[in-house]
């Protein structure tokens, strides 16, 4: 009898672990329409990617545990800072939307703040490993970005921060 129950246990179990595990969606590429992001920041405020329509867009995947990303903030400030009222092929300003994969509330916001992420696009289902966000576009390593124009297409996929400057520069007015 303990055999059967202990049987049947096993098999909930399982069933219960197939229909609750979320695979990782393929990763959009370069042509794609970007799927749409809509995130909280860290004031609880609703930000949606689809907002910055008009504007070329980097998706920075990133967090404050990870320091390949914490050193490449800096980098990152200093691009925003250079092409925020650029005109582009494509898009109108450019504009960075972070998705931090953090758990940690405190410390993502300790981050933003330590590192003078001054763009108002920061958000997070605060889900880490789990993030909705990162399963949507396939990030299995961070720092890792999106580039997307003016109509939300997808014209750089999975490019490290370094990156982005030189596509940017290719699209500069």
Request: aromatic letters at 10%; charged letters at 25%; one cysteine or more.
């Amino acid at each position: 009898m303990k055999k059967i129950i202990l049987g049947i246990v096993v098999l909930l179990t399982v069933v219960v672990g197939l229909y609750s595990f979320k695979p990782m969606q393929s990763r959009p590429m370069n042509g794609e329409k970007a799927p749409n992001l809509i995130f909280k920041n860290p004031e609880g405020k609703v930000m949606a990617l689809s907002e910055l329509k008009g504007k070329i867009v980097m998706i920075d995947f990133w967090a404050s545990w990870c320091g390949p990303c914490r050193r490449a903030n800096p980098f990152v400030v200093d691009m925003y800072k250079k092409y925020h009222n650029k005109k582009f092929n494509g898009g109108n300003g450019f504009e960075i939307y972070s998705v931090s994969l953090d758990k940690d509330m405190n410390a993502w916001k300790a981050a933003i703040e330590k590192d003078g992420l001054a763009w108002p696009y920061h958000v997070s289902d605060l889900k880490g490993w789990g993030s909705e966000a990162g399963r949507m576009y396939g990030i299995e390593s961070i720092p890792q970005c999106y580039l997307i124009d003016g109509e939300g297409t997808i014209i750089g996929a999975g490019l490290r921060p370094e990156n982005v400057a030189e596509e940017l520069n290719r699209r500069l007015k």
